[in-house]
């Protein structure tokens, strides 16, 4: 089995925390000292080995990928020259694996996400690798414990069950509050985590079927991966592949033609989506549920009166609130972040207004 | 002329902005890139020339305050060892006044309040000055704008009228909301700036009457003031005089004989008693009604969605705030605090906490 796990994305919603330079994979977000890439590699590392851990990133945090993770070989970190959305990231590490080692079962795994069950989590994933054995593009499903809209769902066949392999109806985009909560009474909805296995040579014959127009390139460059032609043709050819994202462009239709099928699973998952988030899983209680989440750059807090609030210093300060509840206060070496909880979502958008007015070394 | 500048307290509501080693008073707390000592010394020099101009200050802003003021000569910074309260200190300048200068008149004015209307200050003290060549001890009052229950009052024999001489029956505490409700209704009260104005061989006379426990070691001080023995004496004797104000020890017991008298003052005259008011007096928009003030250190704000925030950027950092609204945001170099509004008094209790906590470095 080979192990792919895409390390992109800049979470803007843990903005000043993770920055683009510094995204949030690379962040001790965990509870360890181990950033979320390593805790994602110390995890996949027992199910694959580190010979075939592949991890795609872009060019800005290869050095960092290649530091957390020492044991990584250096073929395994496939550097795209700039992010062409996640299809382009997967196609890439589908047709190296399959160039690599034909017909091999891969599966793909976030980098920046949490998982307590570790045991449950292997369990899982074996259920769905017999799934990938019999051909299905599979994926797991995260059985959904409140009504989230920030993320999308897989309409099941059937009420879901932790670990039975079932078929995947259709995709759900994010809905909306009431949706959510009506998916969640249904009781046939999963939270799609993006998490997929299956043969390799399986999903690139969709891939090839439903969108010729990435899976031309993809099939080029990895023919040249591994030999001296490999960076000229990723530069002549990178800029060509679409951007979509896997769900859009090979998901969804496959799940029309009853070719997904699905292991719900139930680990103790988290994407660590917000501070809200990192308080709560992360954080020590500092009294009167407030919590504090204190990195290794030695900032300490002091929260006086205040309920529900969540402060992250991270930048070798004091941080103290007074008379305050339900805010999120986060501390970094040249950015404050004060934010009301029930916004914790939005601060993207903030990080939106920090670029329409040029503070572009903040972000 | 001769005017006396205590340079003392912490402005702890002001933290973590002023601290024990960098007080209010040497920041530029005024709207300009003068500091509020600077702009106190500007405002005064006018009217007494810097020959005639003392600053009693403690030892560990001995320093500052000869860097700050220049112009200031070095004989004319009084450095007590430690502080002993506002008796010890202005009495200390009395007596070295009236040792180089016999009977003449004295002014003393805090060196942390902010004042927009300089000639009709020069014009109130003037009328002060007409009171104390008649024998009274006078104090500058604040006609009140508002009920406030930070400061005390002065109770003033007939309704206040601007720049007339009347007598103060006496000095009232800090009351609450509803006495100070009253007494801004009854037009009778003013605000005790601890602005005085007297002449020293006066003073003296009623402090020796009063308080013989100050007035002995003071003036042997004063004695061995400007000689060999100055420092010998100095150390041998500050610490055996009393803690006390000065209103307390001299002003209250005179009023109540008749001797003070007062000029109500109204020349734009505030304190920067908390941040709430440094937002409003010196902060400049940023939307909504909501306030920053950038010193010179290089720091930036971007408030979003919020209302009545004001935000103190002291630290080189972007200070961001989303969706909280009448909240106070302070970054400093070492300490960041979030307050809410209605709390801004209370920020002394927060220092005291951290005093508790052992975070010493800090405050």
Chains 1, 2 share one sequence.
Not at 35 to 51: G, K, N
């Amino acid at each position: 089995m080979h192990v792919v796990v895409p390390a992109g994305g800049s979470g803007t919603r843990l903005w000043p925390l993770s920055r683009a330079a510094n995204p949030k994979f690379l962040h001790p977000l965990t509870g360890t000292d181990r950033s979320l890439l390593q805790a994602t590699f110390d995890r996949l590392v027992p199910l694959c080995s580190a010979r075939n851990l592949l991890v795609v990133t872009g060019s800005a945090h290869a050095a960092g990928v290649a530091r957390q993770l020492p044991a990584l070989p250096e073929r395994n970190i496939l550097v795209e020259p700039f992010a062409r959305d996640s299809c382009a990231a997967i196609a890439l590490a589908a047709a190296v694996v399959q160039r690599r080692s034909p017909g091999a079962v891969m599966a793909s795994f976030a980098a920046d996400h949490l998982i307590t069950d570790t045991a449950e989590f292997a369990h899982t994933v074996r259920r769905a690798v017999d799934g990938a054995r019999d051909g299905y593009l599979m994926t797991i499903g995260i059985t959904p414990t409140r009504p989230e809209t920030g993320y999308g769902y897989l309409q099941c066949s059937e009420p879901a069950t932790r670990s039975v392999i079932q078929r995947v109806l259709e995709f759900k985009e994010k809905p909306s509050l009431e949706v959510a909560t009506r998916y969640l009474a249904a009781g046939k909805y999963l939270w799609n985590a993006s998490m997929f296995v299956w043969r390799t040579d399986v999903f690139l014959a969709e891939l090839a079927a439903r969108r010729p127009d990435v899976a031309a390139p993809i099939a080029e460059i990895a023919e040249a991966w591994d030999t001296e032609l490999q960076e000229e043709t990723l530069a002549r050819l990178w800029p060509q592949v679409p951007k979509v994202a896997v769900e859009y462009a090979v998901m969804e239709p496959a799940a029309e033609d009853g070719r997904v099928g699905t292991v719900p699973g139930d680990f103790g998952w988290s994407d660590i989506g917000d501070f809200s988030t990192v308080g709560d899983l992360l954080g020590v209680d500092v009294g009167e549920g407030s919590r504090a989440f204190t990195t290794g750059a030695g900032g300490s807090a002091v929260v006086v009166d205040g309920k529900g609030v969540v402060v992250v210093p991270a930048g070798n300060r004091l941080v103290s609130t007074l008379g305050v509840n339900d805010v999120i206060v986060v501390d970094t070496e040249d950015a404050v972040l004060v934010c009301d909880r029930s916004r914790a979502q939005d601060i993207k958008r903030l990080t939106e207004i920090l670029r329409e007015r040029g503070e572009l070394d903040r972000l």
